[in-house]
C-alpha cells in the first residue's frame, strides 16, 4: 500500500468506516437479474472492486479472479433507497473476507433506487461514479447472465438474492469520544447538535440551481462553483454555532483533488488501471472568524488558497498530521508499522481533524447514458440489445445522482456535490453523533442560503433553489433493515478531482470532482 492508503487503513474505525457512495434514482422498474449480470460484468474488468486484503501485521492488496462473496443485493420489502444507502455507508467493511463493493437495487413504486457504496480504501468518488457508470452502461447493451443464485439466497423463483449483500454485519454504535467537551469548545468543530451516542452516518439530499451570471471579485478574479461551495461550506459552519452559542474560531476545509487525472489529457476517460486504488489528495481550505464577517473578503481568502492549489502537488494527507503520518508509513519497521499508525491517528484525530469536507465531483451526465432511440420528456430511456438489434424500451430513465461520503467524529461533516442535468446536487453526509435526521435541515437551510448569498456578491442574477426534497426518516441501522504540478482544482472549467482543465461548457449548462 502507499503511504497515503496506509494512514487511510489506520483511520478507519468499524463505527464510523471511510465510505463514499452514488444513489441514483430513476422513474420506473430495473430488471435485477439484469443489473446483477452487469454488476458482475463491471467487476470482471477492474480487480480493485473485488480485491481483498492480507497480511497479519502489513496491509496488501490480494486480487481474486472472482468475488468472494455476491456484492449485489435486492430490496423489495418497501424499504427507501436512502435508508439501504445510510445501511451500506455505516456497516463495517470486513475487507479480508468481503470484496470492497457492495450495490443494491431498491425497489420503489414511484422508481427504483441503485445504490453503489464502496470502502474509501479502494476506490474514490470518481472511481465510484465511473464504475455506477459502466453498471447502467452494461445493464443497457445485454441482459447477460451471472448464472442461478444459491438456493439459500434465492427467493421468489427469480433467482435474485433478497436483501442486503453477503457480509453486511449490524451498524456498530459508536462510544462518545473522551475529547468530545475540547471539540465542543474549541470553536473549529461543527458544535454537535445531539447528545450520547449515535449509530453510523445518516444523508440529507438537497437540490440547488446554478447561479447565473459572472462572478467576479474586486481584482478580478472568477469565483468558480468550487469556490462558492467552499465558501458557503465556512459561513453556514459559522453561522450554525454561532446561533447555538459556541465559539467559532478557524474552520478548515478540507477538499479532495484527484492525482490520477493530474497528468492525463483534458476530457479523459476514467480507465481501468485509474480503479486500481485511492487516487485522492487533500488541500485544506483555512478562514478565521474575521474573514467570515466580510463576504467579499471571505470570498477572496478562498480563492486565494484554491488558486495556490492548482501549481501543488496536494499530499494524500494534509497538514502537520498527514507529513507526520507519511513518514511514518515510510520508515517505521512493518511489524509495528499498523499498530503505531492506529495509535497516533486516534490520538491526534480530535486536535488536528479538518472542520468537515466538500467533494465536488463536478458534472456527470454520463451517469443517465445515452439518448437509446426514442426520447420522452421523463428523460432517456435505457435500452437492451436483442435479436433485432438495439431498441428502445419504455422506460425507465436516469432522474437523479447523490455523492455520497462519511467523515467520524469530531469531524462528523462531509458535503458530496455531484452535477447531473443542469443542478447541483448535494447530500449532507453526517455522523449520528453531530446531527439527527430532524436536524440537519436547519443546516442544510444554512448551507443553501450561504451559497445563494455569495453568489449574488457582484451582483449576478438571483439564485433560484428548489425545494429541497423531503428529510429521511430516522431509519432502524441494522444488518437486515513525482505526478506532475496540478493545473486546475475546484473551478467551473474542471471538476475538483480532475485537475487537468477543460473547456468552459456553453452559457446555462453545468459549470463544473
Known amino acids: 500500500m502507499t503511504p497515503g492508503e496506509q494512514i487511510l487503513a489506520a483511520s478507519d474505525r468499524a463505527s464510523a468506516p471511510l465510505t463514499c457512495g452514488l444513489l441514483v434514482q430513476t422513474d420506473g422498474q430495473l430488471d435485477p437479474g439484469r443489473l446483477r449480470a452487469a454488476v458482475r460484468a463491471v467487476i470482471r474488468r ?57 450495490v443494491v437495487l431498491v425497489r420503489q413504486p414511484d422508481g427504483d433506487q441503485l445504490s453503489v457504496v464502496a470502502h474509501h480504501l479502494a476506490l474514490d468518488g470518481l472511481r465510484v461514479t465511473g464504475l455506477a457508470t459502466e453498471i447502467l452502461a452494461a445493464y443497457r447493451q445485454s441482459p447477460g447472465d451471472w448464472g442461478p443464485a444459491d438456493a439459500a439466497d434465492a427467493a421468489g423463483g427469480d433467482g435474485v438474492r433478497r436483501g442486503m449483500p453477503a457480509g453486511i454485519p449490524p451498524v456498530v454504535r ?68 454561532t446561533r ?40 485544506l481550505i483555512v478562514s478565521e472568524a474575521a474573514d467570515r464577517r466580510d463576504l467579499p473578503r471571505l470570498a477572496a481568502r478562498v480563492v486565494d488558497q484554491t488558486v495556490a492549489a492548482k501549481g501543488e502537488t496536494p499530499p494524500p ?25 492506529r495509535m497516533g491517528v486516534a490520538a491526534a484525530r480530535p486536535l488536528l481533524a479538518p472542520t468537515a469536507a466538500v467533494s465536488n465531483l463536478g458534472r456527470h451526465d454520463g451517469v443517465a447514458g445515452p439518448v437509446g432511440g426514442a426520447t420522452v420528456s421523463g428523460g432517456r430511456y435505457l435500452v437492451a440489445v436483442g435479436a433485432a438489434g438495439r431498441a428502445a424500451l419504455p422506460g425507465p430513465s436516469v432522474t437523479a445522482a ?44 444554512l448551507f443553501r442560503a ?64
Do not use: K
Open 317 to 341: 494527507v494534509p497538514g502537520v498530521s498527514g507529513a507526520l503520518g507519511v513518514a511514518m508509513a515510510r520508515y517505521v519497521p512493518g511489524p509495528w508499522r499498523s499498530a503505531l499508525l
Open 244 to 283: 447555538r452559542g459556541g465559539p467559532t474560531g478557524c474552520l478548515r476545509i478540507r477538499m479532495p483533488i484527484d492525482l490520477a487525472g493530474m497528468a492525463a489529457p483534458a476530457g479523459a476517460p476514467v480507465s481501468s488501471t485509474d480503479f486500481q486504488g485511492n487516487h485522492t489528495g487533500q488541500a
Open 402 to 445: 447523490y455523492f455520497t461520503g462519511t467523515a467520524g467524529m469530531p469531524q462528523g461533516l462531509f458535503l458530496g456535490v455531484v452535477s447531473v442535468g443542469g443542478t447541483l446536487n448535494v447530500t449532507v453526509g453526517y455522523h449520528r453523533q453531530m446531527f439527527g435526521p430532524g436536524s440537519v435541515p436547519a443546516f442544510a437551510d
Open 174 to 241: 459508536a462510544a462518545p469520544s473522551p475529547w468530545s467537551t475540547v471539540a465542543r469548545r474549541s470553536g473549529r468543530y461543527v458544535i454537535p447538535l445531539t447528545a450520547g451516542r449515535g449509530d453510523g452516518y445518516g444523508f440529507h439530499p438537497m437540490v440547488i440551481s446554478l447561479p447565473s451570471g459572472d462572478r467576479t471579485l474586486a481584482d478580478g478574479r472568477r469565483m468558480t462553483i468550487n469556490d462558492l461551495l467552499l465558501a458557503a461550506a465556512h459561513l453556514a459552519i459559522d453561522r450554525w454555532n
Open 450 to 513: 450561504a451559497f445563494a448569498e455569495l453568489a449574488d456578491l457582484r451582483g449576478s442574477a438571483a439564485v433560484v433553489t428548489p425545494a429541497t426534497p423531503a428529510a429521511p426518516s430516522a431509519p432502524g441501522l441494522s444488518a437486515s433493515s513525482a505526478p506532475a504540478p496540478a493545473r486546475e482544482t475546484g473551478t467551473t472549467d474542471g471538476p475538483v478531482h480532475r485537475v487537468a482543465r477543460v473547456t468552459s461548457p456553453p452559457r446555462g449548462t453545468v459549470p463544473t470532482r
Open 46 to 102: 477492474h480487480p480493485m472492486t473485488r480485491a481483498i486484503l492480507y497480511g497479519s501485521r502489513q496491509h496488501a492488496w490480494r486480487f481474486v479472479a472472482e468475488p468472494t462473496a455476491d456484492p449485489f443485493g435486492f430490496v423489495d420489502d418497501g424499504t427507501e433507497g436512502w435508508r439501504v444507502h445510510e445501511v451500506l455507508s455505516s456497516a463495517p467493511f470486513d475487507l479480508r473476507r468481503f470484496p470492497p463493493l457492495r
